[in-house]
């Protein structure tokens, strides 16, 4: 038996991620259940999961995708008031929420942490005192690159469809009007072509996303007053190359909750667009437990 593993649900959405990366990940992910006798139920949907077979016999829900269909299962859960460990098998076209947890992109390694893993509590951020995400609200330049970018693309190469359609944004940046309430300071009003509230990062490059941590009950607010193409590349450079903070044009701040305004943006939560133009941001009252690496 494999580490006291029992019955498992799974979330294999076909719509989501690289559709040949998630059968394959899926095919193996069965074999392995099936040699060490684990019972499993295979679902569509989080919404087609009947709450009433999620009891103490269900030891976690293993989710093959990316951000998005964990983010949805995350929501289920917690709305539901479920406490079910999640295991992430990252096969989605974005994996930003796993990579953070340190969750390798290797199938096999991934099966091994859903399966052998160690469950960890992790802080999510909240929306208006109602929906939670895993990764952040985004605004400007990152929510019209996610908009503009075709689902068919993300299916078929992954990834790869954001950069492709990326050099068509950089050449049409737009600057949008903002107002940020952080706690105990005056409103703080903006021109930017990007806003990112998130709640942790892959610890990759310099300042500051190298202090975004996911295991802290912690915000991480980015603001970019960056509207050029060569703006954009130095600031690049300056985080990755030369693993600094950028000194122009570049905002940073650590709170615990922030008020996000706006008029015109689009605002995505987890990578979804809302219609809300005003949100406000904090860490939600209970965390989730996901399984991590050992």
């Not at 859960?77 to 989605?92: H, K, Q, T």
């Not at 996610?146 to 954001?162: E, F, H, L, Q």
């Amino acid at each position: 038996m494999s580490n006291g593993v029992k019955k498992v649900l799974i979330l294999a959405n076909p719509n989501s991620g690289i559709e040949r990366r998630q059968k394959l990940a899926l095919k193996k992910l069965v074999k392995k259940l099936e040699k060490e006798r684990i019972s499993y139920q295979i679902f569509q949907k989080v919404e087609d999961i009947p709450l009433t077979i999620i009891d103490q016999s269900v030891d976690r829900l293993i989710v093959l995708g990316g951000d998005g269909t964990i983010s949805f299962a995350a929501r289920f859960l917690y709305r539901n008031n479920i406490d079910l460990p999640i295991a992430i098998i990252p096969v989605g076209s974005g994996n930003v929420f796993a990579q953070a947890l340190k969750i390798s992109l290797i199938i096999r390694k991934a099966i091994k942490t859903a399966l052998f893993g160690s469950p960890k509590k992790i802080p999510l951020g909240q929306v208006n005192n109602n929906e939670i995400f895993i990764t952040g609200v985004t605004t400007g330049l990152h929510a019209d690159l996610m908009n503009g970018t075709p689902r068919w693309s993300k299916r078929i190469i992954g990834t790869v469809a954001y950069y492709l359609k990326l050099p068509f944004h950089l050449f049409r940046i737009k600057k949008h009007h903002y107002t940020l309430t952080l706690p105990n300071q005056a409103p703080f009003r903006i021109k930017a072509s990007a806003v990112f509230v998130l709640s942790g990062l892959p610890r990759v490059g310099g300042e500051p996303l190298n202090r975004m941590d996911p295991l802290k009950p912690m915000l991480y607010t980015l603001v970019l007053e960056i509207a050029k193409p060569s703006e954009l590349a130095r600031a690049f450079s300056e985080v990755f190359i030369l693993r600094k903070k950028p000194k122009n044009k570049v905002h940073y701040f650590e709170t615990k909750s922030v008020i996000l305004e706006t008029k015109h943006a689009l605002l995505t939560i987890d990578g979804e667009m809302t219609s809300k133009k005003k949100l406000k941001i904090s860490i939600a009252s209970k965390p989730m437990r996901f399984l991590l690496p050992k």
